[in-house]
């Protein structure tokens, strides 16, 4: 199993900025799918963004991001250091969630989560 910690959230006011980070243990990194979540209250958790790893294929390194943050949020990855980043401009009060991140290693079982880091945007 993967360990996943996330660090980089925190309270923004409304237009700010943050960059979350995900640190994953393991050798299989490269090769992982890295996503972002995050969770409301009240409300079930959603895809913000993922990144895939180097699959071989013309897929490697494909990116999405959800909608509701398209031009705002970035995904990136840094392979040397088993880091995925999560950067989010504009940040906006509809933004405030637990994130998560999240590794699936293809071919081999489920995902792994980490615990989260909150990020809540307020005045």
């Known amino acids: 199993q993967v360990q996943l910690v996330e660090s980089g959230g925190g309270l923004v006011h409304p237009g700010g900025s943050l960059r979350l980070t995900c640190k994953a243990s393991g050798s299989a990194f490269s090769i992982s799918t890295m996503s972002w979540y995050r969770q409301a209250p009240g409300k079930q958790r959603e895809l913000v963004a993922l990144i895939k790893g180097a699959t071989g294929t013309s897929s490697s390194g494909t990116k999405y991001l959800a909608e509701s943050v398209k031009g705002r949020f970035t995904i990136s990855r840094d392979d040397a250091k088993n880091e995925t980043y999560l950067g989010m401009n504009s940040l906006r009060p509809e933004d405030t969630a637990l994130y998560y991140c999240?590794?699936?290693?293809?071919?081999?079982?489920?995902?792994?989560w980490g615990q989260g880091t909150q990020v809540t945007v307020s005045a």
């Open positions: 999240n590794s699936i290693i293809p071919g081999q079982g489920g995902p792994s």
